[in-house]
């Protein structure tokens, strides 16, 4: 894979205005790079971001001010993009019940059009929390929290069952868009092992056998 990172020369001069954003956006990008290489927080050090951006390491700590709030800015990254793709889906018009399902067919589209983010976003992020000065606008908890606030708004409509939570009907939804993402993506690493039917006809399928069983 190719880097999209271009090291920098080290100098000693004073930033100027606009450098300092710049240079954070490359320490996001080298971050983002070294961890789809190596898969995991625990394989990338500082030293390596540093290194393929071309700085020192204190460097990355004048933007940072430890790995895990780096780490948490790059999937804070990707969650802001999955916000803005699936964000739209809450916020229109509609039956809710058909609204849930647009919003898992965004949900696939976006795992699948960002294959190579997606297993960062919904992998790495486990190895760490969420800060809780950020709690209130993580995009991905976001999403999360106009998930159950939807399936409220379809049980009030009388399209859910009643005996079922919000969150627990959520998180059903989300563990399933997901599942079929992780398959998607592991039919597309070994097609010729993984013989299962193409997106096309898992994704509606997928979501009728759900939304069938949360129906009155």
Partial sequence: MTSRVKPRRLTGHRARKGEGQLLKEEILDATEDLLLRQGSIDSVSIRAIADGVGVTPP????????????????CRRGFDRFAGQLEPVLASGGRPI??????????????MENWQQYPILFGVHKDFTVPEDELGNDPGLRILAGLVALVEEAKAAGEIRQDLTAAAVAGVLWAGAHGLVELLLGREDKPEMVRIPPAEELVPAMLTTLLDGLRP
């Avoid at 460097?59 to 790059?74: N, P, R």
């Fill in 59 to 74: 460097a990355i700590y004048l933007h940072f001010a430890d790995k895990e709030q780096l780490f948490y800015a790059v």
């Fill in 98 to 111: 058909e609204r849930i399902r647009r919003l898992g067919e965004e949900y696939v589209r976006f795992g």
